[in-house]
């Protein structure tokens, strides 16, 4: 059993468990000042394993039960979201036959077959890769309590079609707004900060008046809104500070003067309802402009900073990007990592037929 209990302002925990030995013996297991809740839980599991051991009755962890205890454990560290999905989905996808089978009796082939043969085009790539993630953490946490030796998902990848992504240029960005503002279009102010910080969707959303220095000129993100799980922290679950342009300040001291809530944003209906994609797509095809989605300003922001020149590693820290490999995709996108290889050719065209070329291109296009 666990109690909580307190020590120096602080909340505590401890374990405490019994069971007989195999003479029939009473034996026990204590543990105080256990510093969470998570933690209690674990240390729990482990002197249930030993006494159980002890006592000559191992417990069998078929998959059905190890499952639910795994789904236990994550209550502690895990979004209701994600725990709802390690349940559906898993059940869903996954054979009867698993469900009272060891877990230490799963093989490689049987996660093979379950993935690529058993549901076979009944699923997304996506969602084949997402089962995969979670089947390799339940063998993992399996793992690390010791019930198997190795995970059965090691080696296996489920590899996605590469997604085109789309950006506007910069000048088709400088229209979409100027268009947006000409027309007043209710999703102007929602879009303009999209455009002038790269910030993600949930983060605008959750962005509050007190989160804006106007006077240091930073931005403060460190929560988003998801419509699964409300407000929480951001995707990372890292605060980070996005600057603030001298055009956005303007643009948001007047939105501050006219505010009469705590949002920065208001928060349509569209976007509240996941709609915000298809406004987007439809306003750029109304302006005969690249037909771009809602995340796509994001990558509108990141790639046109980069063609700028701002070094990668600053694009990182304000999009909130932990992985270099990340904001490598944008970084091809931009083209800023190839920009003028082709001029160090070692040879070139006859002077003659560049001449002539060159006759045919306005002067102000060369430079």
Not at 231 to 256: C, H
Request: charged share 30%; with cysteine.
């Amino acid at each position: 059993m666990i109690k909580s209990y307190s020590a120096k302002g602080k909340k505590l925990y401890e374990v405490f468990v019994k069971s007989k030995d195999q003479t029939g013996k009473q034996v026990a297991r204590r543990k105080r000042n256990i510093t969470s809740e998570r933690k209690a839980k674990d240390i729990e599991f482990q002197f249930k394993t030993e006494l159980a051991s002890l006592s000559g009755n191992d417990p069998v962890w078929t998959w059905k039960k190890w499952h639910e205890e795994c789904l236990k454990r994550m209550q502690y560290n895990r979004k209701q979201s994600t725990i709802a999905g390690y349940s559906g989905q898993l059940n869903k996808w996954l054979p009867t036959e698993w469900k009272e089978k060891e877990v230490g009796q799963i093989s490689k082939a049987n996660v093979f077959k379950l993935l690529f043969e058993d549901i076979g085009g009944q699923v997304t790539e996506h969602t084949r890769k997402s089962l995969l993630k979670m089947l390799r953490r339940i063998f993992e946490m399996a793992v690390e309590e010791g019930l198997i030796a190795t995970n059965p998902t090691k080696g296996i990848a489920v590899k996605l079609p590469q997604r085109e992504q789309k950006v506007l240029t910069a000048d088709e960005a400088q229209l979409f707004l100027k268009a947006a503002r000409e027309t007043d279009h209710r999703f102007y102010p929602i879009w303009t900060l999209a455009l002038m910080t790269g910030m993600r969707s949930g983060e605008m959303y959750a962005l509050k008046w007190s989160d804006v220095d106007l006077d240091a000129g930073i931005i403060a993100v460190n929560k988003q809104w998801t419509s699964k799980d409300g407000f929480g922290p951001t995707k990372t679950r890292e605060a980070r500070a996005v600057p603030i342009s001298p055009e956005l300040k303007v643009f948001l001291a007047e939105r501050k003067l006219k505010a009469e809530g705590e949002f920065v944003l208001p928060h349509l209906r569209e976007w509240t309802n996941g709609e915000q994609a298809q406004v987007t797509r439809e306003f750029c095809r109304s302006i005969e402009i690249t037909e771009v989605k809602f995340h796509d300003l994001r990558a509108t922001f990141i790639t046109n900073m980069l063609a700028q020149g701002v070094p990668l590693v600053t694009v990182m820290a304000i999009v909130g990007h932990r992985k270099m490999s990340t904001t490598d995709v944008y970084l091809r996108l931009a083209g800023v990592n190839v920009k003028g290889a082709t001029e160090k050719l070692g040879y070139s065209l006859p002077k003659a037929m560049t001449d002539n070329v060159l006759q045919l291109i306005p002067s102000d296009s060369i430079a």
